[in-house]
């Protein structure tokens, strides 16, 4: 940070949906964040997956979005006389560690090596940079090593509430207010149960309406059982029908695995101070994806008055052994009554259920379209950056 904090220059890792709303954002509320925290946000660097570019003085956030939007490159950028290239990110602020304060991660995830970003992350703490991701990867490959870093050296952070569930202030109610300082827990976990992802939750949502609707049909024509109506399972015509909508990405495979699902219940236990768990134990015997779900599972959950939801879930065991892990751990789609949090958790809606020994049951729910919550969870961790410095100066004249 600058000495009195009338700037904060980042760098941005990754230019798609996420850093771009985020300049967006910035720009639209340059004003207020001059007026409420005294600070002005200096985007000096930006990185996809063809170009490194910094530039001292800053660059136009405007001008920059559109840019990548019509011409979907910074081919452009990158001539422009102010402007630095570099081969990758890694050397651009290798290039430039006294010219920016804060590094944001939003490139792409990378669930077994943790890349291009956690490279990028590592380099960046150590050179006493604050850090702010939305990409999970980084954390899941390195969740101890990357958070230690910022308890040892104390001129360092690392912040993450974008990770998990967008907006949702999942993270933040975790270790602010639920006291679970993993060196001072006060807080002890009895239960955590939720419906993360956002992809498979539309899914399945759609494919008990189009269940809903072919039974009424059914009912309506007199016409016997019900059979699929048109061509292709109804999870192959919904799964098309989340990416034509922008709601899945064009390779779905981590949502519908429940892999991403799983790295958000790792992020979310390991802020919870929870030791004995391995991701990629979670990963391969605990996960499982909605794949599976067919219409005849569907049509079952129905007469039944349930509905399938992909449930993360983690619970201590009650005695644990060797052979018994002390969590119990699952990400599983599953029955849930229709009425109940979890059933009516719909469409692009996530939640959460924390059961603990001192706060009993907090419940939490969001329904996002689109990225900008996302966006605005980066926005909120680097503002936390600017009031923790607040504090800290306010502290140092007492
Ligand atoms: N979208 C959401 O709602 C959301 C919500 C929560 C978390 N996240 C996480 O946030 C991250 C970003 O999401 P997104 O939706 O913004 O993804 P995205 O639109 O696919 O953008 C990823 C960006 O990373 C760039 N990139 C790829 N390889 C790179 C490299 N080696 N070095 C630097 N940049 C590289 C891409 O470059 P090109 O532009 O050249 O392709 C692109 O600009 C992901 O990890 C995602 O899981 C996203």
Redo the contacts with the bound molecule.
């Keep these: 940070m600058t000495s009195r904090l009338s700037e904060i220059r980042l760098v941005l890792?990754?230019?798609?949906?996420?850093?771009q709303e985020l300049c967006r954002i910035i720009s639209t509320k340059s004003e207020q964040l001059r007026l409420c925290y005294g600070v002005n946000l200096n985007v000096v660097g930006v990185?996809?997956?063809?170009h490194a570019l910094f530039n001292r003085k800053g660059f136009n956030l405007s001008s920059l979005v559109s840019t990548k939007q019509k011409e979907k490159t910074l081919e452009s950028v990158a001539s422009q006389q102010s402007v630095s290239k570099y081969t990758?990110?890694l050397e651009m602020m290798s290039k430039n560690w006294s010219n920016f304060e804060l590094l944001v991660d939003?490139?792409?995830?990378n669930l077994q090596t943790g890349e291009?970003g956690l490279s990028c992350v590592r380099q960046a703490l150590k050179r006493g940079k604050q850090v702010v991701l939305?990409?999970?990867s980084p954390l899941v490959v390195a969740f101890d090593e990357l958070t230690t870093t910022q308890d040892a050296t104390k001129s360092c952070w690392i912040k993450y509430s974008?990770?998990t569930c967008?907006g949702l202030p999942v993270i933040n109610v975790i270790t602010r207010d639920l006291m679970t300082n993993k060196n001072k827990p006060m807080c002890h976990l009895k239960k955590i149960e939720g419906i993360f992802n956002s992809t498979t939750n539309f899914i399945l949502t759609q494919m008990f309406n189009h269940a809903k609707q072919s039974h009424k049909n059914t009912l309506a024509e007199n016409n016997g059982p019900i059979h699929k109506q048109q061509h292709g399972s109804t999870f192959d015509r919904t799964l098309q029908e989340a990416i034509r909508r922008g709601i899945a990405e064009a390779d779905p495979s981590n949502d519908i695995k429940g892999f991403d699902t799983c790295a958000k219940l790792y992020i979310i236990l390991k802020s919870f101070g929870v030791r004995d768990i391995a991701f990629e134990k979670m990963k391969d015997q605990y996960t499982r994806g909605i794949d599976l779900v067919d219409d005849s599972l569907i049509q079952s959950a129905l007469r039944q008055g349930k509905v399938i939801r992909l449930i993360a879930k983690a619970f201590p065991q009650p005695q644990s052994t060797q052979t018994h892990p002390p969590w119990n751990i699952s990400v599983s789609p599953e029955l849930v009554d229709e009425h109940s949090f979890l059933g009516r958790c719909e469409e692009t809606d996530m939640c959460i259920q924390i059961e603990t020994d001192l706060f009993d049951t907090i419940s939490m729910k969001t329904n996002e379209w689109g990225?900008t919550p996302?966006a605005a969870a980066v926005l909120r961790d680097i503002l936390s950056f600017v009031t923790d410095h607040t504090m800290q100066q306010q502290k140092a004249k007492l």
Excluded at 13 to 19: E, M
Excluded at 106 to 109: A, K, L, R, T, V
């Design positions: 890792l990754g230019f798609g949906n996420v850093n990185s996809d997956s063809r990758d990110t939003s490139s792409p995830m291009p939305a990409n999970k974008a990770t967008g990225v996302t």
